[in-house]
Structures are given as structure tokens and as C-alpha cells.
């Protein structure tokens, strides 16, 4: 089980993500974002990160704002929320600065655990599937006394 602490009254879900790149660890601010059926990271830090984008293969995607394309790139890994992903493809595009992240997390990452959020409370809790009635009844304790 693992869990973090956000603003309850704040516009969206933060939280900080650990990128393995070229060049080391880098920390990114991203943004809980269940709307996107992708990971999203500013293709900036990207550059900075030591992937090149000159090379990588682009897509088309739709958003909120429209089509528009992006780069496919694949991070040597990303962990955040308790999950680890090796080799894992992100789009790679600018985000506006309004915004004032480095990536938007989407549902190709989070499809990997449970996820729960209390917005009352501000608590966001990733915890592991299971088949075992026994482990999902613990796993069960775990949520309402984390919630």
C-alpha cells in the first residue's frame, strides 16, 4: 500500500514522480490525470532529461484543446504513487505554464494498481490487485483505516 498527501482544495491532484534518464534522476511535479489515456511528460524537461526528441516517432493525439501532435518516447523508468514502470513510452509535448507541472500521470501508468483518492481528506492510496478474497479483505482494512 502506498499513499500521499494532496490539496484538498486545490484544482488538481499533485504529487512528485522519479524519472531514471540519461543523465540520472530527475523529479518531476505531475499531476493525477484520469481524463488522459497516456503519461505525459513537458518535452523540455524531456530534452534537459537527456532523451532526444529529435529522433523519436510522432503520433497525433486529441486533448482537451484539440489534435495535436506529440513524440513517443520510452524512459528508462518512472515510479510514482508505489509503481515502477521500466521502458515505459510517454508523450513528449509542451505544457502550458499555467499549468506549472512537468508531466500529466494517465491511465497507462495507473491502470497498474488500485487507485482510491479521498478528496475530502486529501489522501490518494495505489494498492496491489488481487485475486485472493482473503488478501482483498485485508487489502479492504487497509483502505478505511488509510481513509
Not at 508523450?91 to 487507485?115: K, T
Amino acid at each position: 500500500m502506498f499513499w500521499v498527501r494532496f490539496d484538498p482544495t486545490g484544482p488538481d491532484v499533485r504529487f512528485w514522480a522519479r524519472l531514471l534518464s540519461p543523465r540520472g534522476i530527475v523529479w518531476c511535479e505531475m499531476v493525477l490525470d484520469t481524463g488522459s489515456s497516456r503519461t505525459v511528460l513537458d518535452e523540455r524537461l524531456l530534452a534537459r532529461a537527456g532523451y532526444d526528441l529529435i529522433a523519436t516517432p510522432k503520433v497525433t493525439v486529441t486533448t482537451a484543446s484539440g489534435r495535436v501532435e506529440a513524440k513517443v518516447v520510452t524512459v528508462r523508468q518512472i515510479s510514482a504513487l508505489g509503481i515502477s514502470a521500466d521502458n515505459f513510452p510517454v508523450l513528449a509535448m509542451p505544457l502550458s505554464q499555467p499549468l506549472g507541472v512537468d508531466g500529466l500521470l494517465g491511465l497507462n501508468f495507473l491502470r497498474r494498481r488500485n487507485l482510491f483518492c479521498n478528496f475530502d481528506k486529501g489522501i490518494l492510496l495505489t494498492l496491489p490487485f488481487s485475486h485472493s478474497f482473503l488478501h482483498r479483505l485485508a487489502l479492504s482494512a487497509q483502505i478505511f483505516s488509510a481513509l
